[in-house]
Every structure is written in C-alpha cells, then in structure tokens.
C-alpha cells in the first residue's frame, strides 16, 4: 500500500517505463497472437493494460480514459502512444487532485473496502502482471524481448556473456 504520492509517483514512472519497453517493442502482426484458442490476443492483452489505469477513477480520480475505448487499435504504435498518454495522465491527475490523506481514504471496489494506496499498489502489480502474460507471446510471436528487470537470453550474448539456460 502506498501511503506518500510522492514514493507511488516514483515507483509507476519506473515501472511505466519497462511497461512502455514491451508496448513499443510489438508489431501490427503480433497483435492477433492469443494465448490460447479463445483467450486474449497479445493486442487485446496490452489494450487491457492501456484501459485498466482508468479503473482507478473508481477512487475519485478524473482523467480521460483511451481514446478508442473498449475497440483495440490495430496499430502496435497507437497502443504504445496511448499507453503513454494515458500513464502520464494518470500522474497529472494524482499530482494536481491528491495528497498523501486521499491514499488513506477507502473506496468500496467489488463489494470490499479499499484504501485509495493500496489500489494504487494493485493497479501497478496489474501492469507488471500482464507484462509477463506479454512476454511470453512475444517470445512465441517471434519478437524480441525487451530488457525488463534484467537482461533476455539475447542481452546476455550481445555482451558476450554466457546465457543462463
């Protein structure tokens, strides 16, 4: 649960950043790979990613939502501009319409109570969540990885290291 603006402010710009790494990383040609049959495409996937920040105006933020709504973009680089839009609306709004008390105000959320910080916690394990479902079908897509919290199989032999299997 985040309990200062400040420290949550600091921790979605760093996240967002790796988020913004994987959007830009996906091809118009990727977006159709599902999971499975009938399950998410890695479009659908990361247009979830871009839609579910919004979901915190639940809690009393008021910023706008994507811009095509629930229709998910056929263009990989409208995906990642919106994400970064919205990312960065989501911090404006914080900045200028909370302080630290807000973090402690609760907002009921599918029947529970929750506090306004630890919804921000879940919104930014939920990126993070999903980035993960995204990289493996990147990988199966035939895309490169991009460096998340370390280095891929393909950073590691660039630098002339010997890969972990």
Known sequence: ??????????AWT????????????LTDASLSRPVI?????????AWHLVGSIHYITH???????????????????????????ISGALLE???????????????????????????LRFTLMHQ??????????MRQAGLRVPDIYGPTYESWIEQGMEPLA
């Open 1 to 10: 649960m985040f309990v200062k603006i400040d420290e949550f402010m600091e």
């Open 14 to 25: 760093e996240e967002s950043k790796l988020t913004e790494r994987v959007m830009e990383a």
């Open 37 to 45: 049959e009938g399950r998410r495409t890695l479009g659908q996937i």
């Open 59 to 85: 809690c009393g933020l008021e910023f706008a939502g994507p811009a095509s709504g629930e229709q998910v973009p056929a263009s990989a680089a409208e995906i990642a501009k919106e994400y970064r839009r």
């Open 93 to 119: 709004a914080i900045r200028s319409q909370w302080t630290d008390e807000h973090l402690r105000a609760a907002t009921e959320i599918a029947g529970e109570m929750w506090s306004n910080g630890a919804s």
């Open 128 to 137: 993070a969540h999903h980035r993960g479902q995204m990289s493996v079908l």
